[in-house]
């Protein structure tokens, strides 16, 4: 069989692309603003369950006497079943319609959040977040397959700027509601306030979305495809998962990262010789598009993995509670949120290549001076670099988002809405491995010396193992009935190693946004973004 051939250049026969046998919008029906309300009220229970849980997750191990490692699944098995099956999902919805994919995802997601808040015990709670990581997955591509449809060329930017800010929002506002939730309700409240939440989204969807199906969407399955491709994706995620309990050098991680690349290598080959393929390769020959990707990967590392430590920085460094920690974040959330939709005005007066590798190379600056951050350092500090993180995020997320989505045909969009997710799942969790192993590499490096320098007793190899882990996340590991004078010592040396190690992991991130910079000077605006426009009225 041969290759489908796909037409990324925008050159094209337009009519083509364009939904087929659709109703004009009546009413509220399809209306453009309407839809974007509805997906909003949906992924917002996504992107805000990917950090609420965090604080919860040691209430639910004292309440279920659950291990260390079978908390972190709790996490994990979320990220790792969203991640694996994103490109999946999308081409479902190209498939079926993104109004039905949506709509299965809501109830789905909402029910699994259901499931979990009357678990008893852990067991339960992870396999219920993995169908939540299932649902999430139908979810986010045919958010965006929506907005593609549903949004005039014009307007996309915009629309998907504030789809954007919903996720930025959500993402940076999980923490306070999870700490409110937890501290003032119970554990399971996190989970239950998905249910409301999802008969909101569930109603306006049944109401509002209009179904939009491309004239050419894909008609059969690359069954072979899937499989392949989710086995390469989970390989891929496991070794990152799991990278920092083996090591870098261990040999199972470097099987499955072999593994992963052997399999996506065999993903690649079979692609060419499918007629309908799961991704059609010729997508990638968009140079736009690849970078748009690869920028996300890049936004996402230097995002996600430099933020990941600053949490601990709050909490454990400063001593502050998870609510305290995350109103000290509302700057980041804040030009998020102020920024997206300007971003999307902007990418529209522009086009997206100047804001993208503007927003890069603010993310940069931010990321250099959260490796000036010390022990003391003041909130009005901290505040000025989390708000001109949030300020140069905010146009990557829109502009990488449109790039990669609008240089991708109508039928193709539910796919490309996957990679644009799945670029940044993955990016989050290479960033995380990646960063965390440059932290614990350089608090392995310091910490000895500066044990010995403080004039504390010396070690055992076990012993500094254990402390070295405990610094690692900011704690200072101090024994109980350890003298106050050098419980005082211990802390001193901990926070001083632990900020030495986030300062690097933050320099780091810093190089990774200077990178992106230049990837994004590859980007231009989706050409074939008019391909979904005008359906309903504006």
């Not at 805000?48 to 972190?72: E, H, M, S």
Request: charged share 10%; hydrophobic share 55%; with cysteine.
């Amino acid at each position: 069989m041969t290759s489908q051939t796909i037409d990324t250049t925008g050159s094209g026969d337009k009519a083509s692309a364009a939904p087929s046998d659709q109703p004009p919008a009546q009413g509220l029906r399809g209306h453009p603003w309407f839809t974007l309300i509805t997906v909003a009220v949906g992924v917002m229970m996504v992107a805000l369950d990917g950090t609420i849980v965090a604080i919860a997750n040691p209430a639910i191990q004292k309440d279920l006497g659950a291990t260390f490692a079978q908390v972190q699944w709790i996490t994990n098995g979320y990220f790792l079943a969203l991640a694996v099956s994103l490109i999946t999902a999308g081409k479902l919805g190209d498939r079926f319609g993104h109004r039905q994919t949506f709509l299965i995802g809501v109830v789905g997601f909402a029910a699994a959040s259901g499931a979990i808040g009357l678990s008893h015990s852990i067991g339960l709670v992870v396999t219920f977040r993995v169908f939540q990581g299932l649902f999430g997955a139908l979810l986010m591509p045919a958010a965006l397959g929506l907005l593609r449809a549903t949004f005039p060329a014009e307007k996309l930017n915009m629309a998907i700027g504030i789809w954007g800010m919903v996720i930025g929002a959500s993402t940076a506002g999980g923490p306070i509601l999870g700490g409110v939730l937890v501290e003032h309700v119970n554990w399971q409240s996190v989970f239950f306030i998905n249910v409301p939440v999802g008969v909101v989204a569930l109603a306006l969807g049944v109401m509002i979305l209009l179904d939009h199906r491309a004239e050419n969407a894909p008609r059969s399955f690359d069954l072979l495809g899937i499989a392949l491709l989710s086995a390469a994706m989970f390989c891929l995620v496991w070794a990152l998962i799991k990278a920092p309990t083996w090591g870098w050098g261990d040999g199972k991680t470097w099987a499955f990262v072999i593994g992963s690349v052997v399999l996506f290598a065999a993903f690649a080959l079979w692609e060419t010789k499918v007629k309908e393929p799961l991704i059609p390769l010729a997508l990638f020959r968009s140079v736009p598009l690849s970078a748009g990707v690869v920028l996300m990967v890049l936004m996402a590392i230097a995002f996600m993995g430099g933020l990941f430590f600053v949490t601990f920085y709050l909490q454990n460094v400063h001593g502050m509670s998870p609510i305290d920690a995350g109103l000290h974040l509302l700057p980041l959330t804040g030009m998020m949120i102020v920024g997206s939709p300007l971003a999307g005005a902007l990418i529209t007066k522009l086009g997206p290549r100047v804001p993208l590798a503007g927003g890069m190379a603010a993310t940069a600056i931010a990321m250099y001076g959260m490796s000036t951050l010390d022990t003391d350092t003041g909130s009005a500090a901290m505040s000025l670099w989390f708000a001109l993180l949030g300020l140069g995020l905010a146009p990557v997320m829109v502009g990488a988002t449109e790039v990669i989505v609008g240089n991708a045909p109508m039928e193709l969009s539910g796919v490309a809405g996957g990679l644009q997710q799945a670029a940044m799942q993955i990016g989050g969790s290479l960033g995380t491995a990646v960063l965390g192993a440059v932290m614990a590499s350089k608090v392995d490096s310091d910490l000895p010396s500066n044990w010995t320098a403080a004039g504390l007793p010396e070690l055992t190899p076990a012993q500094l193992d254990q402390a070295s882990e405990a610094v690692q996340v900011g704690v200072a590991p101090v024994a109980p009935g350890t003298p106050a004078e050098v419980a005082a010592k211990i802390a001193d040396v901990a926070h001083d190693t632990f900020i030495s190690g986030m300062s690097l992991a933050s320099l780091v991130a810093a190089g990774v946004a200077v990178v992106a910079v230049f990837v994004a000077l590859l980007t231009k605006r989706g050409e074939n973004a008019e391909a979904g426009a005008g359906v309903g009225h504006i």
